[in-house]
């Protein structure tokens, strides 16, 4: 893994999103400041709705916020213009998603080449996905399909397609949801290694077995960010 | 291991719903092969104008009264007719002002299905001593004037150049076979017209049916205008001239063509703008509906780094694959069905058919290949830019 020589992977300022909901205005996210240094495994908790994903959508850039900043290894993403942007999410942050987020279309191996499409590096390891798919215990289903594997693998091939262009930073939403302990055992140990390889990793979720392997926990409430004092 | 390119990404999304993929290949192709057979239809009826009328080597054509339309018909499509009237006739034509060069033709139909004849045929005889269309032909291409019992004959007559065709019991040497035209000519063959009196004279002992016609009578005089006549002023004068006759000029014989034409014409336009109105709409609501499925995918293309320019170019060279495949399905297809039905169409409608020159061929296959794709491109536009504009979050939990 490529690691960052900023001392704070993610610098968060006065950072707020709000929507239009009928006639009301939700505060998703409400003036929130956090750093995260490089290196950092952080877990944020909340109950539904507290404005987690949305703060995590705003780390990566999917979704822009209202008011605030938002830096990334010292880049004020929100300045970027989309081919900078894309190139951003591409080569520096890998998302893993609360869903089974892979492409029906393509074969475990594909999914996991996928980031590759995207960026310029022509560098890139075009062998790598196989040695993903190893690592993640998935070595020998390389060319089945997703309608093919169970939840837990499908997660975990999005787990090996998250890592592919070595990403200095890893956000994660719910990684191990609804899946069994076994598997989230699994996936949780491979964030350890990453982690321990210097990637940052932002977990949001609702487990507090989840929560507690990582090194620092945050409380969202009602769009507030606070350090969790339990 | 190679990467995957954006080719390879929106034909395995193509693959998905192959029948979705299917009918708008299918609706494609529909619009493609209706607009390529008919174009290819209407261009080879044109070519077959512009070649028959230069075969046909006369500004106009003398028949009796109330023969014009069978005249026509023989001259178009080759369809068997005889009509007579006195060889006086062409010496009347002949002393009309603007007449440069006059020849007669005998016209007989021969004989179907009987032993004695090769079959359908419309028999020509000419008059080598003042003939000016099949005798430049003869100088060209065989250096020597027909001898006795030789024909040229057309080039849908099947035998070939050194080989025998029987009609009415007599034996006929080819000398030739003349180039295509899709008109008449293609189903004529060439006697001197002798020949064809003394056939008509043998008629009566050497084959089932008789052939009622004397010397002394003709069925047309070919005419060739001294340049700079008007040629509607000297239809005029030959109709005075010479009562009980009527006049088939080149013109008449195109716009009869083109007459024959016109509805179908007119029906393959609005056919075919409604299908093409029709597979427009057809393709901007499949890939709207597309863009709508696949929010959630969308999202995480844009997650994993994808642009909007690539996504948005990811649907339309997913629309553009349809297209050009209906396209090229279309062409096949429309192309097949003419070849096919070529003599239904032709006969049903009573036009010439000669196909076209392979460069004409190939460039409306790539204008209809264009049109297909250019379709295919502008439907998808606005489906293409909304999920381009999509915002990667939004698009994510929208799909959800």
């Not at chain 1, 956090?34 to 987690?52: C, F, R, Y």
């Not at chain 2, 006086?88 to 004989?111: C, H, N, R």
């Not at chain 2, 427009?280 to 499949?286: N, Q, S």
Request: hydrophobic letters at 45%; proline letters at 4%; one cysteine or more.
């Amino acid at each position: 893994m490529t690691v960052s020589g900023n001392e704070n992977m993610i610098i968060i300022k006065d950072l707020s999103k709000t929507y239009k909901v009928g006639p009301s205005t939700v505060r998703a996210v409400d003036t929130v400041d956090l750093e995260i240094p490089t290196g950092q495994m952080v877990s944020i908790v909340g109950h539904s709705g507290s404005g987690k994903t949305t703060l995590l959508s705003l780390m990566g850039g999917l979704t822009k916020p209202s008011s605030g900043r938002v830096l990334l290894d010292g880049i004020n993403i929100w300045n970027l213009n989309d081919k900078e942007m894309s190139l951003l999410r591409n080569m520096k942050i890998g998302f893993t998603f609360q869903f089974a987020s892979l492409m029906p279309t393509l074969n475990a191996i594909d999914n996991v080449r996928l980031p590759s499409t995207f960026g310029d590096n022509p560098e890139a390891d075009l062998s790598r996905p196989e040695e993903l798919l190893e690592l993640v215990g998935l070595g020998d289903r390389m060319h089945s399909y997703p309608g093919q594997l169970s939840g837990g693998e499908q997660r975990r091939v999005a787990l090996a397609r998250t890592l592919m262009n070595k990403p200095q930073l890893i956000l994660a939403d719910e990684p191990t949801g609804d899946l069994d302990e076994e598997t989230e055992s699994d996936i949780l140990e491979t964030f350890r290694k990453i982690n321990e390889e210097g990637v940052t990793i932002v977990i949001v979720t609702h487990s507090r077995v989840v929560a507690s392997r990582a090194q620092r926990v945050l409380r969202m409430t009602k769009g507030h960010l606070t350090e969790n004092e339990e | 291991m190679k990467r995957l390119g954006l080719l390879y990404l929106a034909a395995q999304n193509l693959r998905r719903k192959p029948f979705r993929s299917f009918v708008t290949i299918a609706i494609v192709g529909l619009a493609s092969g209706t607009l390529f057979s008919a174009t290819l239809l209407i261009g080879s009826v044109d070519r077959s104008l512009e070649v028959g009328m230069e075969r046909l080597g006369a500004d106009l054509l003398v028949v009796p009264e109330g023969y014009q339309e069978s005249g026509q018909a023989a001259l178009i499509t080759g369809a068997p007719t005889s009509f007579y009237m006195s060889r006086s006739i062409l010496d009347q034509v002949k002393a009309t002002p603007g007449v440069e060069q006059a020849s007669a033709q005998l016209f007989i139909e021969s004989l179907l299905s009987v032993p004695c004849c090769t079959g359908r045929a419309q028999l020509v005889g000419y008059d080598p001593d003042t003939d000016f269309v099949i005798t430049p032909w003869l100088v060209d291409n065989l250096n020597r004037p027909l001898e006795k019992d030789e024909v040229i004959i057309g080039s849908l007559i099947l035998a070939n150049k050194g080989e025998q065709v029987h009609f009415y019991g007599q034996a006929f040497n080819v000398a030739g076979v003349l180039d295509a035209t899709g008109m008449g000519a293609d189903e004529s063959v060439f006697m001197k017209i002798d020949d064809a009196y003394q056939m008509a004279a043998d008629s009566s002992m050497q084959a089932e049916e008789t052939i009622d016609v004397r010397p002394g009578q003709i069925s047309s005089v070919l005419v060739k205008m001294t340049p700079g006549t008007n040629i509607d002023q000297l239809t005029q004068r030959i109709k005075t001239n010479v009562p009980g006759t009527m006049i088939i000029t080149a013109n008449e014989l195109s716009r009869s063509v083109t007459d024959r034409l016109s509805g179908f014409t007119r029906g393959f336009i609005a056919i075919d703008a409604i299908v093409w109105v029709m597979s427009l709409l057809t393709i901007a609501a499949i890939f709207s509906m597309i863009v709508n499925e696949r929010q959630r995918e969308i999202g995480l293309l844009r997650a994993m780094g994808a642009s909007r320019r690539f996504v948005f170019r990811l649907m339309l060279v997913e629309a553009v694959f349809l297209t050009a495949a209906g396209g090229l399905a279309g062409i096949f297809i429309g192309g097949a069905g003419l070849f096919i039905f070529k003599a239904v169409i032709t006969t049903s409608l009573g036009i010439p058919y000669l196909w076209p020159p392979l460069l004409t061929f190939a460039k409306l296959t790539v204008i209809t290949l264009l049109l297909a794709i250019a379709t295919g491109a502008a439907a998808s536009l606005y489906p293409a830019y909304s999920s381009s504009r999509l915002e990667p979050y939004a698009a994510i939990r929208q799909g959800e």
